[in-house]
């Protein structure tokens, strides 16, 4: 059964093309979203964090946080103990685009499930759970400058 990731990689960008269309008026875009939501959703949290949470790179966490940081949806506040350490918060502004995004979230959710059964759903769950942990492997060892036998 191959040709799986394909599937998911259909479904990531189509969702994600349509998520960009529609948080346009927002002056949110490629991806910024998923940033706003991982600071709204851990207030405080850093940098690497997020990128690790989102699987991106250093470099591309960056960028995006620094857009959102220019756009005012996010600030970053020097930590108490450790000044080198920036922690990021939503703005008030971010705070109140947040709603919208996670409206979104659970629409596609829905539309994206529709039909399915319960069970079916928290199959579907667990297998890409396993899926991504199975990944996060190869992305560990890539981003750490290895390089995969084929």
């Not at 960009?20 to 875009?29: A, G, Q, S």
Request: charged share 35%; net charge positive.
């Amino acid at each position: 059964m191959k040709g799986i990731l394909r599937e998911i990689g259909m479904i990531a960008r189509a969702l994600d093309s349509i998520s960009n269309i529609e948080f346009k008026e927002y002056d949110l875009t490629k991806g910024q979203y998923l940033y706003l939501v991982r600071i709204c959703e851990n207030p405080g949290i850093i940098q690497e964090k997020v990128a690790e949470m989102i699987k991106v790179d250093r470099t591309t966490a960056s960028r995006a946080i620094k857009k959102l940081e220019i756009n005012g949806f996010i600030e970053k506040k020097e930590d108490n103990q450790n000044k080198k350490i920036k922690k990021l918060f939503p703005t008030e502004k971010g705070e109140t685009v947040y709603p919208f995004i996670k409206r979104e979230n659970d629409h596609s959710d829905l539309m994206a499930l529709e039909g399915f059964s319960d069970s079916e759903e928290e199959m579907i769950l667990n297998l890409l759970q396993r899926v991504r942990a199975n990944v996060e492997k190869d992305w560990e060892y890539v981003k750490k400058g290895n390089k995969r036998q084929y």
